[in-house]
């Protein structure tokens, strides 16, 4: 549009001064894109004079607001760290994004800060939104044109009209370019990982191993919460495709700053309603180093007199090359199976990054459908926790007197 003017829209101005460019920062963004772009396209907006704008949330919720990074004719660089990373907030919340098909996580770190951007901008005149859908994404195109906002949003898709695939538009930059343009996309985007993705993002995990490496800890923690929510589904973990695929250097390095960081035992437990409708508690019950916490729970374990179980099988992994889940877990209630509702809860061990979380209306319905046996069994452990860091603090205390 900008180098082949026959290609352009009649509805831009000759000099683009209609034309604004919205980018929202997730945070998570490979640093070899941000390259490209400033290398590349910023050149073109500012020979143009082409207005940028850059965005990204504030917080977590849409009343956090938005920030706008920059709002400029002549860029020379990106902030592709943004405000409130998304990662920050998966990291809070010991979660990761989820394989979907509402891409939750794009609305809210991408769709959000430009929506609000865009009612800031233009109140209630109508505007043409162009996006960049190719010509395979008829689904999204067909869920994107519903948001119409009474028609004051005019949506377009200019490449999709030209009949462009993904690998057209690949092609186009190299002709222009020079450059193979690798996707955008966060580094732990779980769509990275479908067949056609996964060889691209492989090799960056490779090239860019401490970009790389705090992703592979937060899902290390999202994993010891909730043994089924590997990256790209259950029992399918970014580490182990890593593993099987021969790109360690992350790994080793996640590993190494674990090590160095406080762990937690947290107690886990999840309320369900349905299949796939639960409350979560998570509580953090005993905080200090790697070897500590995982010692602590051992000795919780032979207090309770109820064994730590690891290696078991994950529910809905694939049945050949599916991980196994390797955290050690004290029990004290499976889900069941079919009856609904039915509980869940557990002891574990992570890096203590996952903050303490519940509704406020969790505490009343746990106690609800709690029977005697299980509150048996957690008056227990809550005794043995106790002893334990008792034994922990008078340890410490002997220690610092010698």
Same mark, same amino acid.
């Given at each position: 549009m900008l180098t082949d003017p026959p290609a352009r829209p009649d509805t831009i101005a000759s000099d683009f001064s209609n034309l604004v460019v919205v980018i929202a920062q997730t945070g998570d963004e490979w640093s070899t894109t941000g390259r490209l772009v400033q290398h590349y396209i910023l050149p073109l907006l500012r020979k143009h004079n082409i207005r940028l704008v850059e965005v990204a949330r504030k917080g977590p919720t849409k009343k956090d607001g938005i920030a706008v990074l920059q709002d400029t004719r002549q860029p020379y660089r990106l902030h592709l760290d943004g405000v409130y990373k998304l990662s920050r907030e998966n990291r809070v919340t010991g979660t990761m994004p989820q394989l979907g098909g509402v891409r939750k996580c794009s609305q809210k770190a991408k769709g959000a800060p430009q929506d609000a951007w865009r009612a800031n901008e233009f109140g209630d005149r109508p505007y043409i939104h162009a996006i960049g859908f190719n010509v395979h994404e008829g689904t999204r195109i067909t869920r994107d044109s519903a948001y119409s906002m009474g028609g004051q949003r005019i949506p377009t898709y200019p490449i999709y009209d030209w009949g462009w695939s993904r690998q057209d538009c690949l092609d186009y930059l190299y002709r222009k370019l020079g450059v193979a343009w690798p996707k955008s996309c966060c580094r732990h985007c779980p769509y990275a990982g479908n067949k056609s993705g996964w060889p691209e993002q492989l090799a960056r995990f490779a090239a860019l191993p401490t970009e790389a490496a705090q992703h592979i800890i937060d899902e290390y923690v999202c994993l010891a919460l909730n043994p089924r929510s590997g990256l790209f589904g259950p029992g399918k973990s970014l580490i182990t495709r890593l593993r099987r695929d021969q790109v360690?250097?992350?790994?080793?390095?996640?590993?190494?700053?674990?090590? =160095?960081? +406080?762990?937690?035992?947290? %107690?886990? *437990?999840?309320?369900?309603?349905? !299949?796939?409708?639960?409350?979560?508690?998570?509580?953090?019950?005993?905080?200090?180093?790697?070897?500590?916490?995982?010692?602590?729970?051992?000795?919780?374990?032979?207090?309770?007199?109820?064994?730590?179980?690891?290696?078991?099988?994950?529910?809905?992994?694939?049945?050949?090359?599916?991980?196994?889940? =390797?955290? +050690?877990?004290?029990?004290? %209630?499976? *889900?069941?199976?079919?009856?609904? !509702?039915?509980?869940?809860?557990f002891y574990t061990v992570a890096p203590a990054q996952a903050q303490d979380k519940e509704l406020d209306s969790f505490a009343d319905a746990w106690t609800d459908h709690t029977d005697e046996p299980l509150a048996w069994l957690e008056r227990r452990v809550d005794t043995a926790v106790a002893v334990v860091q008792q034994a922990l603090i008078e340890g410490q205390c002997r220690s610092n007197a010698a």
């Amino acid at each position: 549009m900008l180098t082949d003017p026959p290609a352009r829209p009649d509805t831009i101005a000759s000099d683009f001064s209609n034309l604004v460019v919205v980018i929202a920062q997730t945070g998570d963004e490979w640093s070899t894109t941000g390259r490209l772009v400033q290398h590349y396209i910023l050149p073109l907006l500012r020979k143009h004079n082409i207005r940028l704008v850059e965005v990204a949330r504030k917080g977590p919720t849409k009343k956090d607001g938005i920030a706008v990074l920059q709002d400029t004719r002549q860029p020379y660089r990106l902030h592709l760290d943004g405000v409130y990373k998304l990662s920050r907030e998966n990291r809070v919340t010991g979660t990761m994004p989820q394989l979907g098909g509402v891409r939750k996580c794009s609305q809210k770190a991408k769709g959000a800060p430009q929506d609000a951007w865009r009612a800031n901008e233009f109140g209630d005149r109508p505007y043409i939104h162009a996006i960049g859908f190719n010509v395979h994404e008829g689904t999204r195109i067909t869920r994107d044109s519903a948001y119409s906002m009474g028609g004051q949003r005019i949506p377009t898709y200019p490449i999709y009209d030209w009949g462009w695939s993904r690998q057209d538009c690949l092609d186009y930059l190299y002709r222009k370019l020079g450059v193979a343009w690798p996707k955008s996309c966060c580094r732990h985007c779980p769509y990275a990982g479908n067949k056609s993705g996964w060889p691209e993002q492989l090799a960056r995990f490779a090239a860019l191993p401490t970009e790389a490496a705090q992703h592979i800890i937060d899902e290390y923690v999202c994993l010891a919460l909730n043994p089924r929510s590997g990256l790209f589904g259950p029992g399918k973990s970014l580490i182990t495709r890593l593993r099987r695929d021969q790109v360690t250097e992350p790994i080793a390095l996640a590993v190494n700053r674990m090590k =160095t960081m +406080p762990w937690a035992i947290y %107690r886990v *437990r999840r309320l369900y309603y349905a !299949p796939a409708n639960a409350a979560r508690s998570v509580d953090s019950v005993l905080l200090g180093g790697h070897r500590t916490v995982n010692t602590a729970l051992t000795e919780v374990s032979r207090l309770v007199d109820i064994s730590l179980t690891k290696n078991e099988e994950i529910a809905g992994a694939p049945t050949r090359d599916g991980d196994r889940d =390797t955290h +050690p877990r004290l029990w004290l %209630r499976r *889900r069941g199976d079919g009856t609904y !509702p039915t509980q869940e809860e557990f002891y574990t061990v992570a890096p203590a990054q996952a903050q303490d979380k519940e509704l406020d209306s969790f505490a009343d319905a746990w106690t609800d459908h709690t029977d005697e046996p299980l509150a048996w069994l957690e008056r227990r452990v809550d005794t043995a926790v106790a002893v334990v860091q008792q034994a922990l603090i008078e340890g410490q205390c002997r220690s610092n007197a010698a």
